[in-house]
Nanobody, 127 residues
Framework: IQLSESGGGLVQAGGSLTLSCAAS????????LGWFRQAPGAEREFVAS????????YYADSVKGRFTISRHGAEDTLYLQMNNLKPEDTAVYHC?????????????????????WGQGTQVTVSS
């Protein structure tokens, strides 16, 4: 699977951005797709995940109520709608794909569950 993110940029605090991740290479029916982010000097952090067919979603506590993960099945595209952005949301955002969709709760919060990664897109939130 090849993953390619887009949609990052510079936004003021309180603003919104929508990230996209285009997938290609194989069907996503048996996968969970996720968004992670990595700030300078920090570890890669789980943001949100979605089971491609069932649509089951999980979010990090830090983004609940502000971010929404979604997918367009026919176009094999993953999205992350980010509202009320804060300076601490500044990071490189990566999409990733993990084979399987039975995990619940925090199962897909671990980056090690994911086999495929995109290069990332920079999001910078100014105060």
């Amino acid at each position: 699977i090849q993953l390619s993110e887009s949609g990052g940029g510079l936004v003021q605090a309180g603003g919104s951005l929508t990230l996209s991740c285009a997938a290609s290479g194989r069907t996503l029916n048996h996968y969970t797709l996720g968004w992670f982010r990595q700030a300078p000097g920090a570890e890669r952090e789980f943001v949100a995940s979605i089971a491609w067919i069932a649509g089951t979603q999980y979010y990090a506590d830090s983004v609940k109520g502000r971010f929404t993960i979604s997918r367009h099945g026919a176009e094999d595209t993953l999205y992350l709608q980010m509202n009320n952005l804060k300076p601490e949301d500044t990071a490189v955002y990566h999409c990733a794909a993990a084979l399987g969709y039975y995990g619940t709760g925090t199962y897909y919060h671990a980056a090690s569950r994911y086999q495929y990664w995109g290069q990332g897109t920079q999001v910078t939130v100014s105060s």
